[in-house]
């Protein structure tokens, strides 16, 4: 189980809550009573397995539920990171559910995101490729003022400068330790 798991029981009292989605993997056990449950699919590419949670929906926002359950005592029910969902109490039945989460922000891009800047750290002090000067006239086929029009965004010292670029960031990942990026990672929580 990762280290970022939290569980809540809730007995709930209100009617229910306004469709969103979670920066976290959910599981929802049914304990006592009934409960329906809508979920949604995610409304584009982007809110797919999302790092952080949505604000509140409006219904007219998420389109049609793609699963539409009661949960009965003992049911389990589990929806990926992005999934929007809405909880409501029945009328005629109390409910009481615990839910547990996992995977928030725990995943491969989390996990480079602390192994990478410190295996650049690492490749500069231990290979001088990395401490090279970068070309005096790199600014003339490079940077932010060039346009796609300019003839120099096509020329062959550009193309060149962006080869030893990006033969350099491959070579960052031979001085990444994955494992201490890990260790950040859980360390975090
Ligand atoms: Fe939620």
């Not at 995101?113 to 070309?135: I, K, Q, W």
């Amino acid at each position: 189980m990762p280290s970022n798991w939290l569980s809540n029981i809730s007995t709930v009292l209100l009617q229910g809550f306004a469709p969103h989605y979670d920066d976290v993997e959910v599981f929802i056990l049914q304990l006592e009573g009934r409960k329906r449950w809508r979920l949604y699919e995610p409304r584009n590419k982007q809110e797919e397995l999302p790092r952080y949670s949505s604000p509140n929906f409006d219904p007219s926002e998420i389109g049609q539920p793609c699963l539409d359950v009661i949960l009965e005592a003992g049911d389990l029910l589990y929806f990926p990171r992005g999934t929007i969902h809405q909880g409501h109490c029945l009328e005629e039945a109390h409910s009481m559910h615990i839910t547990i989460s996992c995977h928030q922000l725990n995943t491969y891009g989390d996990l480079l995101e602390h192994a990478l800047p410190a295996a650049l750290r690492t490749a500069m002090s231990e290979d001088v490729s990395f401490r090279r000067g970068l070309p005096r006239d790199y600014l003339s086929y490079c940077g932010e003022a060039l346009r796609p029009e300019d003839v120099s965004y096509k020329s062959k010292r550009r193309e060149a400068f962006l080869e030893e670029v990006k033969k350099l960031a491959a070579k960052v990942f031979d001085y990444a330790d994955v494992d201490r990026g890990k260790l950040i990672l859980f360390s975090l929580y």
